[in-house]
Nanobody
Framework: QLEVVESGGGSAQAGGSLRLSCLASGYKHSRFCMGWFRQAPGKEREGVAFIYTGDGSTYTSDSVKGRFTASQDNGANTLNLQMNNLSPEDTGTYYC????????????????????WGQGTQVTVSS
């Protein structure tokens, strides 16, 4: 059973930075897609950044490109998200997702394709 655990998040001023980390455990010898999604009240869950843990290939959405950077820890099933130059529009609950069945085109998957999710972590950006 795959377990997804998130850490990080919190509050920041506009223009500030926060970092999120996610670890997917339970499939030690498998490589697959992981993603960070965010959801603001009343809005759909939006994909922000993705990684294929097999080779560390990352993908970021146009809405955060140039401000958010996805990375991996030493080839592990991890997905870190460094968020810089934050704006109030980045406020929301951030969820990490993973799925051993997704092993290609990681940036193309929607939330509905992922079967394993973390509990979510709140990011609040004040102006």
């Amino acid at each position: 059973q795959l377990e997804v655990v998130e850490s990080g998040g919190g509050s920041a001023q506009a223009g500030g930075s926060l970092r999120l980390s996610c670890l997917a455990s339970g499939y030690k010898h498998s490589r697959f897609c992981m993603g960070w999604f965010r959801q603001a009240p009343g809005k759909e869950r939006e994909g922000v950044a993705f990684i294929y843990t097999g080779d560390g290939s990352t993908y970021t959405s146009d809405s955060v490109k140039g401000r958010f950077t996805a990375s991996q820890d030493n080839g592990a099933n991890t997905l870190n998200l460094q968020m810089n130059n934050l704006s109030p529009e980045d406020t929301g609950t951030y969820y990490c997702a993973a799925d051993p069945g997704l092993v290609t085109s990681c940036g193309s998957w929607r939330a509905s394709h992922f079967n394993y999710w973390g509990q979510g972590t709140q990011v609040t950006v004040s102006s």
